[in-house]
């Protein structure tokens, strides 16, 4: 390894993290427009800080907001409303202090590596022999030394994101910001780029003074960070702030470890289940298409999900099912979401279990399961509700896709409102509650809503 010295960030080593503020943000709100000129916010009076000597993870579920969160503390877009400070100066423009590091490693293929992480001394103007020293010297403390002529169709995945890595680490940023990082690579590189990465932070070789990351991934935020920002969805907020006192190296095996990892699934997967509780005729009430959307769920996953549980009692720890089942939370929440939307599950902290509707539709036969499904999907699936409903309406029963696509437009993009669409086709088909031809793009109305017998809740 070359002299790694010149490349030391400056802070103390016996430093308190966090106690110098290099990034500060109060009252981001961020509200983009869509195609029909209405607003759809994406973040709404976030506050957050970022201090030397700290890593901290940006927690959430896909659509929270958190890549557009740290897109605007990088000042590559601008917020609606609200402000970031960059040592103390209000930011107006790109954030000088921060370099990136995204999911899809962005390497211009026609460059070697060492042209690669020379891009941005380049385009800072920095004399080409110190540029191709400063380059090399990352090279080597990134791993890639004996690589600075390969191309990046030759490298692995996780070679090409140590180009990534070393690309951000040249122009020696105060802040590095990494956009989900590892979740393109296979579980083992990622395993083995993160524990280097902290390793370096830990040695005091690491030139940058505090890292942002945006994950999904629990256990990721919890084996990184020193601070844990949980955020909302629709539109993102800052759900909870947990600080991360566990030493490194972090121990999986630990008692502590689990409970935090228990404690962090908990909050994000967390439900008001005060609707629940109040019973069927309240819940009916409590959301519409648009604000209460369908989860990325299928039928056929929902019931895998359901059985396995009901396999092992009826109860499961979601942090152990997710290993167990190789997923990841962005894999796992939205079937959690379905269950719970359809009054199959109670999630209580980070554990799943059964309601007695739950139950009798993993245990049922075919057409008890179907009637089942159709009973709470027609009650508590806002979109199916509505179509249920519209077409119940008609004198033929039977409407077109526009109609239902219009209106969705009004909350999410085309493209969300085909995907909302598309769940609430594969809900009422096996619910035989509706069905869809593609080729006309028509619904039609199977049987009435009042058909269905109730089930338990």
């Given at each position: 390894?070359?002299?790694?010295?010149?490349?030391?960030?400056?802070?103390?080593?016996?430093?308190?993290?966090?106690?110098?503020?290099?990034?500060?943000?109060?009252?981001?709100?961020?509200?983009?427009?869509?195609?029909?000129?209405?607003?759809?916010?994406?973040?709404?009076?976030?506050?957050?800080?970022?201090?030397?000597?700290?890593?901290?993870?940006?927690l959430g579920r896909s659509g929270s907001g958190k890549s557009t969160l740290l897109r605007i503390l990088a000042g590559l877009v601008a917020p609606t409303s609200g402000e970031v400070r960059y040592r103390g100066r209000?930011?107006?423009?790109?954030?000088?202090?921060?370099?990136?590091?995204?999911?899809?490693?962005?390497?211009?293929?026609?460059?070697?590596?060492?042209?690669?992480?020379?891009?941005?001394?380049?385009?800072?103007?920095?004399?080409?022999?110190?540029?191709?020293?400063?380059?090399?010297?990352?090279?080597?403390?990134?791993?890639?030394?004996?690589?600075?002529?390969?191309?990046p169709k030759e490298l692995s995945g996780g070679m090409r994101q140590r180009v990534g890595f070393a690309r951000a680490l040249v122009v020696r940023p105060d802040a590095l910001f990494m956009d989900e990082p590892f979740?393109?690579?296979?579980?083992?590189?990622?395993?083995?780029?993160?524990?280097?990465?902290?390793?370096?932070?830990?040695?005091?070789?690491?030139?940058?003074?505090?890292?942002?990351?945006?994950?999904?991934?629990?256990?990721?935020?919890?084996?990184?960070?020193?601070?844990?920002?949980?955020?909302?969805?629709?539109?993102?907020?800052?759900?909870?702030?947990?600080p991360v006192e566990l030493p490194r190296p972090r121990d999986r095996n630990t008692p502590a470890y689990g409970r935090l990892v228990d404690h962090v699934y908990g909050i994000l997967t967390g439900r008001d289940e005060?609707?629940?509780?109040?019973?069927?005729?309240?819940?009916?009430?409590?959301?519409?298409?648009?604000?209460?959307?369908?989860?990325?769920?299928?039928?056929?996953?929902?019931?895998?999900?359901?059985?396995?549980?009901?396999?092992?009692?009826?109860?499961?720890?979601?942090?152990?099912?997710?290993?167990?089942?190789?997923?990841?939370?962005?894999?796992?929440?939205?079937?959690?979401?379905?269950?719970?939307?359809?009054?199959?599950?109670?999630?209580?902290?980070?554990?799943?279990?059964?309601?007695?509707?739950?139950?009798?539709?993993?245990?049922?036969?075919?057409?008890?399961?179907?009637?089942?499904?159709?009973?709470?999907?027609?009650?508590?699936?806002?979109?199916?509700?509505?179509?249920?409903?519209?077409?119940?309406?008609?004198?033929?029963?039977?409407?077109?896709?526009?109609?239902?696509?219009?209106?969705?437009?009004?909350?999410?993009?085309?493209?969300?409102?085909?995907?909302?669409?598309?769940?609430?086709?594969?809900?009422?088909?096996?619910?035989?509650?509706?069905?869809?031809?593609?080729?006309?793009?028509?619904?039609?109305?199977?049987?009435?809503?009042?058909?269905?017998?109730?089930?338990?809740?």
């Amino acid at each position: 390894m070359k002299d790694p010295r010149a490349l030391r960030a400056t802070r103390a080593p016996d430093a308190t993290p966090g106690t110098v503020e290099l990034l500060g943000a109060v009252g981001l709100t961020k509200v983009f427009t869509n195609p029909a000129g209405e607003p759809m916010p994406v973040l709404d009076g976030v506050d957050l800080s970022l201090g030397e000597g700290e890593i901290v993870a940006l927690l959430g579920r896909s659509g929270s907001g958190k890549s557009t969160l740290l897109r605007i503390l990088a000042g590559l877009v601008a917020p609606t409303s609200g402000e970031v400070r960059y040592r103390g100066r209000k930011l107006s423009g790109a954030n000088p202090g921060v370099a990136m590091v995204f999911q899809t490693f962005a390497l211009l293929p026609w460059l070697t590596v060492l042209a690669n992480v020379e891009l941005g001394l380049r385009a800072r103007g920095t004399p080409p022999e110190e540029r191709r020293q400063r380059a090399l010297e990352v090279i080597d403390l990134i791993g890639l030394d004996g690589f600075e002529g390969a191309y990046p169709k030759e490298l692995s995945g996780g070679m090409r994101q140590r180009v990534g890595f070393a690309r951000a680490l040249v122009v020696r940023p105060d802040a590095l910001f990494m956009d989900e990082p590892f979740s393109a690579l296979d579980v083992l590189t990622a395993e083995n780029l993160r524990g280097e990465l902290l390793r370096l932070w830990d040695s005091g070789e690491f030139p940058t003074k505090a890292v942002l990351v945006v994950t999904h991934n629990i256990e990721e935020a919890v084996q990184l960070a020193d601070r844990i920002l949980v955020l909302s969805s629709n539109p993102g907020r800052i759900k909870a702030e947990l600080p991360v006192e566990l030493p490194r190296p972090r121990d999986r095996n630990t008692p502590a470890y689990g409970r935090l990892v228990d404690h962090v699934y908990g909050i994000l997967t967390g439900r008001d289940e005060a609707a629940v509780a109040a019973g069927p005729a309240a819940s009916r009430d409590a959301g519409t298409p648009l604000t209460q959307p369908l989860p990325d769920a299928s039928v056929g996953g929902l019931a895998g999900l359901l059985e396995i549980v009901a396999a092992g009692g009826g109860r499961a720890d979601l942090p152990q099912l997710a290993e167990k089942l190789s997923f990841e939370v962005d894999d796992l929440v939205p079937l959690l979401d379905a269950a719970v939307m359809l009054r199959f599950a109670h999630v209580h902290d980070a554990d799943i279990e059964l309601t007695e509707a739950g139950r009798a539709f993993v245990l049922g036969d075919i057409d008890t399961a179907k009637t089942i499904f159709a009973d709470h999907a027609g009650r508590f699936a806002p979109l199916v509700r509505t179509i249920t409903a519209s077409l119940s309406a008609t004198d033929d029963g039977t409407l077109r896709d526009g109609f239902f696509l219009d209106l969705l437009r009004r909350r999410f993009t085309p493209e969300e409102a085909h995907h909302q669409l598309e769940v609430a086709v594969d809900w009422g088909r096996y619910a035989e509650l509706y069905d869809y031809d593609t080729d006309s793009g028509q619904l039609r109305l199977e049987r009435s809503p009042a058909a269905a017998v109730p089930a338990a809740d």
